[in-house]
């Protein structure tokens, strides 16, 4: 049977360090749970390079805590053209994000919107996720469960395309 190559996915936010390093380790921990890890590879990147090399903010790693999962090995890292190319799927969290994205012009990657999955989301409704910087808890807590439940319909969306069996 032929080996697929890793089907690739990141996720991108403004500075790496809220939005973007969720999607990354829920997605991951999706995949991991699916029994689909060795056909995944998943990272993050920020559109801005204001905190290369940071952990994830300490309201990020928080929430993501709570619900059983670390996200603290990660470092933020600016997106850069040639992720349009080395990666399948580029997923922004807001409009801003992937306008900055598509500047840099096009490559094999697909662009989404992380609430281009979002079932909760009505027709019409913004297709952001916000942005938890600078909030409290509960800011951080609702940007968890638009990323998660997002995360859980991209992967069934890839699941379904790519014709992907858990191991």
Not at 47 to 66: L, M, Q
Not at 104 to 133: H, I, N
Request: net charge negative.
């Amino acid at each position: 049977m032929e080996r697929r190559q890793p089907i690739r996915v990141l996720f991108v936010c403004l500075g790496n360090i809220c939005r973007s390093p969720l999607g990354e380790g829920i997605f991951k921990e999706l995949v991991r749970q699916w029994g689909l890890s060795d056909q995944f590879e998943v990272d993050s990147a920020g559109t801005a390079g204001y905190h290369i090399g940071e952990a994830p903010h300490p309201g990020s790693r928080k929430v993501a805590k709570r619900r059983g999962l670390s996200i603290d090995d990660q470092r933020a890292r600016q997106f850069a053209r040639r992720d349009l190319d080395d990666f399948d799927y580029i997923i922004a969290m807001d409009a801003s994000n992937r306008r900055d994205i598509e500047k840099m012009g096009s490559g094999k990657a697909q662009v989404f919107l992380m609430r281009d999955f979002d079932p909760e989301r009505e027709a019409g409704a913004a297709a952001d996720v916000p942005d938890p910087w600078g909030m409290g808890d509960a800011a951080y807590e609702e940007t968890y469960a638009i990323i998660e439940r997002s995360c859980r319909e991209l992967l069934q969306h890839l699941i379904e395309k790519h014709q992907l069996r858990s191991r």
